[in-house]
């Protein structure tokens, strides 16, 4: 959720954004309308559109900031991690994490919130996916360096395959109304994957 700004001063673009994060996390499938949204902040319709021109930026500036939050976490753990097995299972257990944590961003990574939306919020997300799946593909082939051996199958695939598991874990969330985390049973699922990715 978009921290809230803790100065004197409201920043009122971050009560906007806070608070359209907290009503996404109702109902999945629910659409949020600018009356409600500002409702909710407790200013007018026209207020709203004084600091985002459209409810899509208002979507935009979430995206915005669940990208930098995730990649800048990424960042970090591939600088604390050197293995390349742990450094992934890291990576996927954050993402997991954030997920879980983030029920109403969630709906926005998979796509429930945006129905209806303008299309190209739908394409933000699939940049951000598509970043991601590169950062876990470039992971994956740093490998011989963490201990000197390679995959025997691409490590495209292999990242496409951990990408599909990470969605299908946030789609479940979203399709559960929230009930089925993410998080549950990924130790048990992380093991199944290490056998499998050290004998690929």
Request: proline share 4%.
């Given at each position: 959720m978009v921290v809230k700004n803790t100065k004197n001063k409201v920043n009122r673009k971050d009560d906007?954004?806070?608070?359209?994060?907290?009503?996404?996390?109702?109902?999945?499938?629910?659409?949020i309308t600018t009356a409600k949204l500002?409702?909710?902040?407790?200013?007018?319709?026209?207020?709203?559109?004084?600091h985002?021109?459209?409810?899509?930026r208002m979507f935009e500036g979430l995206?915005?900031?669940?990208?930098?939050?995730?990649?800048?976490?990424?960042?970090?753990?591939?600088?604390?991690?050197?293995?390349?097995?742990?450094?992934?299972?890291?990576?996927?257990?954050f993402l997991l994490g954030f997920s879980e944590q983030n029920p109403g961003i969630t709906r926005i990574l998979s796509g429930d919130a945006l129905v209806g939306e303008n299309e190209?919020?739908?394409l933000?997300?699939?940049?951000?996916?598509?970043?991601?799946?590169?950062q876990i593909k470039q992971t994956l082939r740093e490998r011989p360096i963490s201990d000197g051996q390679k995959f025997e199958m691409d490590e495209g695939i292999l990242a496409n395959l951990l990408l599909a598991y990470i969605e299908g874990r946030m789609a479940q969330f979203v399709r559960s109304q929230f009930k089925q985390?993410?998080?549950?049973?990924?130790k048990s699922q992380w093991i199944f994957f290490y056998k499998q990715l050290t004998q690929s």
């Open positions: 906007i954004l806070s608070a359209l994060a907290i009503m996404l996390e109702g109902k999945p499938g629910q659409r500002a409702a909710e902040v407790g200013v007018s319709e026209a207020a709203l559109y004084r985002f021109p459209s409810k899509a995206i915005d900031f669940t990208e930098t939050t995730i990649f800048s976490h990424i960042n970090v753990i591939k600088e604390q991690q050197k293995d390349t097995f742990v450094r992934i299972e890291h990576i996927v257990h190209r919020l739908q933000r997300i699939e940049h951000v996916f598509s970043k991601l799946e590169t985390k993410p998080t549950l049973h990924f």
